[in-house]
């Protein structure tokens, strides 16, 4: 169902007539039509033609001129927002509009001067509360007439979705999620007249879920894989096109987070640069188990292993035989990875413990801080493996992990 939804003020007050009114003008909208009237709802609803028309003014409104000009409409009567009191009574108002599922335009011509800032907030909490569609959002700037007096009806609906894609980019550097701007991507490049001459941004949606899906099960590897792919897809967008405009405002600061993890020389270098990086996106339990790892990546390479051969498994057990006799390892290190894995034991289990409190949850994320500036102090300082050559022994003589 199309809904349009429109505001209403009082006009302007006519020195002779005494009375308030607007003025008539040609109004003029993208499909080059003009439509002499009074109220831009009603060249809109000439121009759109929607199943259903909500009215939002104040009880001083020009509410004849709506009955004239619109004639069947839904009346959504507010009061003049002269206190947070009337803003919320507003605000309960407009939101009890039945929009969900429908195609939604709005025009906020004629309202209040703070009605444009409310309709910002209406729109995303019509769209991802209620699941409407927003198809336009119109202004009639009579300021702007041409010389022939047309006033031209621009559709603000591009703002509206740079706040979409701002949020998206919200997400992506503060949780690492970057699927709101891939469907962002998507939804626009599926409606491009000439996909083909989109180039990389047609990948770009499945780079950024590959990464976001990377993010989420902490997969170190195809982290680092899908955060190269989507620094080579940005770096190959030479010329962003029309409608993608958001794009290239976001683009150098999207790849800005994504060379973050581009230029470590060594692999546990770059794993401690992830580690920091989820606690920071406050992905506390990904750091968590990123943080063993990149003490045992840090370990193979000092062994000149492969960080990813066989005998990475049997780390954990190595190290807990020597927690107490620090044989192998550093007493520093053993009392690190011994406070490492406690916690690594109340996340896996959920803190699941009737005495589990906020103060548990707050501790714990300051516990797992520290543990992280520690562990970098002990990999940059070398304070880690005792004995190289007792430890690849001990690794041969332990069972299959």
């Given amino acids: 169902m199309k809904t349009l939804i429109t505001t209403l003020g009082r006009g302007q007050f006519n020195k002779e007539t005494k009375e308030f009114d607007y003025f008539e ?20 609803v000439e121009y759109l033609k929607p199943d259903e028309v909500y009215v939002v003014g104040t009880s001083e409104s020009l509410w004849n001129l709506a009955d004239n000009l619109i004639g069947n409409y839904k009346r959504v009567e507010i ?54 569609h927003i198809k336009g959002v119109y202004y009639g700037i009579y300021e702007a007439k041409s010389e022939d007096g047309t006033v031209p009806i621009i559709d603000l609906l591009p703002f509206i979705e740079l706040n979409e894609w701002i949020e998206g980019f919200t997400l992506l550097t503060r949780y690492g999620d970057g699927l709101s701007i891939a469907e962002l991507v998507k939804k626009k490049a599926e409606g491009y007249p000439d996909r083909k001459g989109l180039g990389r941004i047609n990948s770009l949606p499945k780079v950024l879920e590959k990464f976001s899906q990377a993010v989420s099960f902490n997969a170190l590897e195809l982290i680092t894989k899908s955060t190269k792919d989507l620094i080579d897809c940005l770096e190959k967008v030479d010329k962003i096109p029309t409608g993608f405009e958001a794009l290239e405002l976001l683009k150098d600061a999207i790849l800005s987070e994504a060379l973050k993890f581009a230029s470590y020389k060594s692999v546990w270098e770059k794993q401690l640069k992830l580690v920091k990086w989820l606690f920071e996106k406050r992905r506390y339990s990904e750091a968590l188990i990123a943080l063993e790892e990149t003490i045992f990546t840090y370990i193979m390479e000092s062994l000149r292993k492969d960080y990813l051969d066989d005998s990475r498994r049997k780390l954990g057990a190595v190290f807990r035989e020597d927690c107490e006799s620090h044989r192998l390892f550093t007493k520093d290190m053993n009392k690190l990875f011994s406070r490492i894995q406690e916690l690594r034991n109340k996340t896996g289990h959920a803190f699941m413990k009737k005495s589990t409190s906020e103060g548990d949850i707050k501790e714990a994320i300051n516990n797992l801080r520290d543990y992280i500036k520690t562990a970098e102090e002990l990999l940059k300082e070398g304070r880690v493996v005792k004995d190289f050559t007792a430890l690849r022994e001990a690794l041969e003589a332990c069972p299959e992990a």
Avoid at 30 to 40: C, F, G, I, M, P
Avoid at 102 to 117: A, Q, V
């Fill in 25 to 44: 003008v040609p109004y003029r909208l993208s499909d080059e039509k003009t439509y002499r009237t009074k109220l831009v709802a009603r060249a809109l």
């Fill in 79 to 132: 009061p003049y927002g002269k206190s947070q009191e009337e803003f919320w009574e507003m605000f309960r108002k407009v939101y009890s509009i039945d929009v969900e599922g429908k195609e939604l335009y709005i025009d906020i011509t004629h309202g209040f001067r703070s009605i444009p800032l409310m309709t910002t907030t209406m729109v995303s909490l019509f769209t991802k509360v209620k699941g409407a």
